[in-house]
């Protein structure tokens, strides 16, 4: 049997055109250079945390309780346990990433696969659908804290169930590349040169449809983020003493008038993350977008 393909984009110099046109885009793009910089500081300050932490963020000091910003050795100030609050913003900016990326991963593993089946396959389209609208039922924070509080406390309960809240939007965003895909003309070369509705799938919509899910990855992480924030802040995420972004502001709420940089600062951290990505994510979109390549 022949096989009919289309050029690979990571192989081709088709491909290699395309994507040095899409890193061009996004040199030239300010807010995509600044966005991507400081999600790469943020990514790299959160990796190397444990190392590069000025404290432990079980640390306590309660002759320096409240001490405000600029205090010799707590550039941010401290908390109500005399807790670094630089420190704690640095652990907390890695567990709120954590749990945005194992979200978004698992929103991924799920959603792409049976995207791809509404999109491709007539008969399993309205059984898909009928589970997405499921979903979409709920509010995406109200399922999340459902699921959440359902399975218990924690990191990975927290990823999970986040994760699966994103899967409806993965789901309809991914069957409706595939309908666009399975329309043109080297799918319908394929399928008639006695290709496998597998091989299809594999060979050659789902490479097509990558600038796709790397969009939607890019638009889910600040919601996971955001999502384990609302989490935390109720008591259904990361629990103490390990810390988390949420867990700062739940715990600083109470002390708003007294130490407001214990709870200005992590806010700003979760700001800083959803915005950059927010930004990075439709600078990519429109650096991916085939139109502008006329």
């Known amino acids: 049997m022949t096989v009919v393909s289309v050029p690979d984009a990571g192989t081709s110099p088709a491909g290699l055109t395309r994507r040095t046109r899409v890193l061009r885009r996004l040199r030239r793009n300010p807010l995509a250079v600044v966005s991507f910089t400081v999600l790469a500081i943020a990514v790299l300050i959160a990796v190397l945390a444990p190392w590069i932490a000025p404290y432990s963020v079980?640390?306590?000091?309660?002759?320096?309780?409240?001490?405000?910003?600029?205090?010799?050795?707590?550039?941010?100030?401290?908390?109500?346990?005399g807790r670094d609050v630089l420190s704690r913003i640095m652990l907390g900016a890695r567990a709120s990433l954590e749990v945005g990326f194992l979200a978004v991963l698992t929103s991924l593993v799920v959603g792409v696969p049976l995207g791809l089946a509404a999109g491709y396959f007539g008969k399993l389209d309205a059984v898909i659908g009928?589970?997405?609208?499921?979903?979409?039922?709920?509010?995406?924070?109200?399922?999340?804290?459902?699921?959440?509080?359902?399975?218990?406390?924690?990191l990975g309960n927290a990823a999970v169930a986040i994760g699966i809240a994103q899967i409806p939007g993965v789901i309809r965003v991914i069957r409706s590349d595939t309908l666009r895909l399975k329309s043109l003309d080297?799918?319908?070369?394929?399928?008639?040169?006695?290709?496998?509705?597998l091989w299809v799938l594999v060979r050659h919509i789902l490479p097509n449809a990558t600038s796709v899910i790397?969009?939607?990855a890019t638009v889910a992480l600040p919601a996971a983020i955001l999502a384990e924030a609302v989490l935390s802040f109720l008591g259904l995420g990361i629990q103490p003493p390990d810390p988390s972004l949420g867990t700062m502001l739940a715990t600083a709420q109470q002390f708003a008038t007294q130490a407001p940089w214990a709870a200005t600062f992590p806010g700003l951290a979760i700001m800083v993350l959803a915005l950059t990505f927010n930004v990075f994510g439709d600078a990519l979109r429109d650096a991916l977008d085939p139109k502008g390549d006329r």
């Open 130 to 154: 009928r589970f997405t609208d499921l979903l979409l039922a709920f509010p995406f924070l109200i399922l999340a804290v459902g699921l959440a509080a359902i399975r218990g406390a924690s």
């Open 186 to 197: 080297f799918v319908a070369a394929a399928v008639v040169d006695g290709a496998s509705d």
């Open 58 to 81: 079980e640390q306590t000091d309660f002759t320096n309780i409240f001490s405000p910003p600029g205090t010799p050795g707590h550039l941010l100030g401290t908390d109500d346990l």
């Open 214 to 216: 790397l969009v939607q």
